[in-house]
């Protein structure tokens, strides 16, 4: 059964910084590219950061040198280090691993982070 948990997410004043994990369980974890997407009300899912098995890494515009993106393979987790965060950057976040470019991959449940002003 493929799990993808996350947790690190919460409330936190504009200009703070949050870590969310992903932890990975049921698939083999070094062979999928792993990606962090976020979700606002009304909005359409939209990618944050996404990194390769190889550890190339892409970002959203939005981030602006803001976010990093990690992995580690012996844990099989996936991070995402957000730094002065802004009251636009409040949504659900979820992680996202996928073994191959044309597959949407497995879906995390999704956390919820709140950046108040």
Not at 36 to 47: A, V
Not at 62 to 84: K, P
């Amino acid at each position: 059964q493929v799990q993808l948990v996350e947790s690190g997410g919460g409330l936190v004043q504009a200009g703070g910084s949050l870590r969310l994990s992903c932890r990975v369980s049921g698939i083999r974890f070094r062979l999928n590219d792993l990606g962090w997407y976020r979700q606002s009300p009304g909005t359409q899912r939209e990618l944050v950061a996404r990194i390769t098995t190889g550890g190339s890494k892409n970002y959203a515009d939005f981030v602006a040198g803001r976010f990093t993106i990690s992995r580690d393979n012996a844990e099989n987790t996936v991070y995402l280090q957000m730094d002065s965060l802004k009251p636009e950057d409040t949504a659900v976040y979820y992680c996202n691993a996928r073994y191959n470019a044309k597959l949407e991959g497995h879906w995390g449940q999704g956390i919820q982070v709140t950046v108040s002003s």
